[in-house]
């Protein structure tokens, strides 16, 4: 009986030693994942689950610990077991959700996200209606951007590429350092610092040496940036740590804070805390916009939209206006982080808010007029994947420019991508009366492919213009039509342009019906021949002098109420850029011999180089031709538009 007795007292006292070990043992893992120390915390969570502790709360602390670590493959073998669970908070269905996304699976993203919904969480419906769409929109859509190596990442988080004066900026923790202090609790990474490296350099290692010099590298996490034009001042983030003290909020966390600094003999001093900042909320991810008028910046302070938006501070004579939150447009209930201002005044940002294709995905905004923000678009692939896609840069030429991501394939954690871009083309142009030359508004503009297909279709504004989005290296054929007149049909390429080309002017005439008979007429009495010209020039030839003379007789002495157009084209070698202005100045020397030989300016309704198009011979860039055959291209054209 005493033997029995004294075996339970052993068990119970034994159970209640194991209880009070995995209840410190759980204070612990929760006191580590409070601090943001989630690699730690997610140790301590799995030993909980090994041994059967509250297994319901380790589960689903386990699954939030491996999303902080931008682990989506790992927090969805959780999230799948916490959304399991009777009673589990709504929010698991939409974290399950946002990391099967990070996993590319979207179907059961698009059912969990609707779980999410139907609990009573809050989201737009038409996010996951329409995600199928929207995927698929994205997918298929045309690459404007495309992706080169960078020799500079390393094995640990390096991102916030930033290019000025022929260097690149970027913030990396690739620098352990001696003390253990040097070692972040969140992923276990070195803290981070900002490192300069000229552009043009070929060096593959970037070590210490190439750390910022000066004050703005600290013991702690320093970076991303941005610098003023002239190159004197730098606005950088930093942990809250300024002339040797941490700062921490009433619940001991240190958050992030807006610095600047400025640069003084080569290097950067005179570090400064910028006045909107505080101990209990972080700003971050400073961007300057064209002008430097305004400080854009992401935080996560009180009054915001959910998450951490983006706002923005006026910036008048060094000082700084009140924060002002740039609104719904841009910010969720959600994250929006790393804001960045290209030379034209387009925002883009990085966001787990807006419609993407896994975590944090690039944004750019569409503005109106006014210069007011009215959508947000998705810059889609190879720039966004399932995974973190952030720290968006571009430089001042469109074209180029970085970003990074955590996305497989790469070296470290985060790493920088560089990006050449190729521009949107447009084909724009007014469309003209051939009489008056007054603009003719609501004709109908529509643009086929090669094989005849229609690809868009519109009427030209109030002021007969026009506006059409095309692809590169095509051929296209333009039609316009009209009420009362004659329909217009020409060819157009994009082949052969240059990169940095973003419209290609097309202004025509359409001729009103009422003159064509009569025009008809005339032109079956008069034969206008063609003048050429010698390669890679505008010059009047001399066997071709005659057959000028005779224009201006027929227009002086035949038919003196006569109005033409001149047209001029080029054979198809030489890039499409260089033919349009070759074309346009053997346009120019035609109509400059007419009018100094005595036609009336007034009666040549308009003189234009339209390059290689309407190739007499099918003679182009891809085709073997002899020097005659290109001859026929190089030619001028003479249109009989009106005899009174």
């Known amino acids: 009986m005493k033997l029995k007795n004294h075996i339970k007292i052993g068990l119970f006292l034994f159970t209640s030693i194991c209880a009070f070990s995995q209840n410190d043992m759980q204070k612990r893992a929760d006191n580590l994942f409070n601090n943001f120390a989630f690699v730690q915390a997610s140790n301590a969570y799995h030993k909980l689950l090994n041994e059967g502790y509250n297994t319901d709360y380790a589960t689903r602390q386990l699954a939030d610990s491996y999303a902080y670590m931008r682990n989506p493959d790992s927090a969805v073998v959780y999230y799948e077991k916490a959304v399991k669970q009777i009673n589990v908070p709504k929010e698991y269905y939409y974290n399950y959700s946002q990391a099967l996304r990070g996993i590319k699976n979207y179907e059961a993203s698009r059912t969990w996200m609707k779980q999410f919904k139907d609990a009573g969480g809050s989201i737009k419906e038409q996010n996951y209606l329409n995600d199928s769409d929207f995927l698929n929109s994205i997918f298929n859509a045309k690459k404007q951007y495309f992706l080169k190596n960078i020799k500079f990442n390393s094995k640990f988080s390096d991102f916030g590429a930033y290019e000025h004066n022929g260097n690149i900026y970027f913030t990396s923790s690739r620098e352990k350092g001696d003390l253990k202090k040097h070692i972040n609790g969140w992923d276990e990474e070195p803290f981070l610092n900002i490192y300069a490296i000229e552009k043009n350099a070929n060096d593959s290692i970037v070590d210490g040496k190439s750390k910022l010099k000066g004050k703005v590298n600290s013991v702690y996490h320093d970076g991303p940036l941005t610098i003023t034009k002239d190159g004197k001042t730098m606005y950088f983030s930093r942990t809250d740590f300024i002339k040797n003290v941490l700062g921490r909020n009433g619940e001991g966390i240190s958050n992030i804070k807006i610095y600047k600094a400025s640069l003084i003999d080569g290097k950067w001093k005179n570090i400064e805390e910028l006045p909107f900042n505080s101990n209990h909320f972080s700003n971050a991810h400073p961007a300057l916009n064209e002008d430097e008028s305004k400080l854009y910046f992401a935080s996560d302070r009180s009054g915001g939209k959910g998450g951490s938006d983006i706002y923005y501070v006026d910036i008048n004579n060094g000082s700084y206006g009140k924060p002002k939150n740039i609104g719904s447009v841009v910010n969720t209930n959600k994250n929006e982080k790393f804001p960045f201002i290209n030379n034209e005044g387009v925002l883009f940002f990085s966001s787990d808010g807006h419609p993407g294709l896994g975590l944090l995905d690039v944004f750019g905004t569409v503005s109106n007029e006014s210069e007011t923000i009215v959508s947000v678009i998705n810059l889609g692939t190879p720039v966004n994947s399932s995974k973190d896609d952030f720290s968006f840069f571009m430089n001042d030429d469109g074209l180029s420019g970085y970003f990074a991501s955590n996305r497989k394939g ?235």
Do not use: W
Request: net charge negative.
């Open 410 to 644: 790469g070296v470290g954690s985060d790493d920088i991508y560089a990006y050449d871009r190729i521009l949107q083309l447009y084909i724009k142009g007014t469309i003209y009366d051939g009489i008056n030359n007054t603009t003719i508004s609501g004709a109908t503009v529509t643009l086929l492919d090669e094989s005849n297909n229609e690809i868009a279709s519109l009427k030209t504004n109030e002021n007969g213009h026009y506006s059409i989005n095309i692809d590169r290296d095509t051929d296209y054929l333009v039609k316009a039509n009209k009420e009362g007149f004659v329909d217009y049909e020409n060819t157009l390429t994009s082949k052969h342009i240059d990169r940095n080309l973003k419209t290609i002017e097309n202004d025509f005439l359409m001729q009103p019906k009422a003159i064509v008979e009569e025009t008809k007429e005339i032109s079956e009495i008069i034969v206008l021949s063609p003048i050429y010209y010698s390669y890679n020039s505008s010059k009047i030839r001399n066997e071709d002098i005659q057959e000028l003379d005779k224009m201006v007789d027929i227009m002086l002495n035949i038919y003196p109420y006569m109005i033409i157009k001149i047209e001029s084209y080029s054979d198809s070698r030489g890039s499409a850029n260089y033919n349009y202005k070759l074309s346009q100045e053997r346009a120019n020397a035609t109509y400059q011999y007419l009018v100094n030989k005595g036609v009336s300016p007034a009666r040549i309704l308009d003189y234009k180089g339209y390059g290689e198009e309407k190739l007499t011979n099918g003679c182009d860039s891809s085709s073997k031709c002899t020097e005659a055959q290109h001859q026929s291209n190089r030619r001028t054209n003479f249109i009989i538009v009106k005899q009174k």
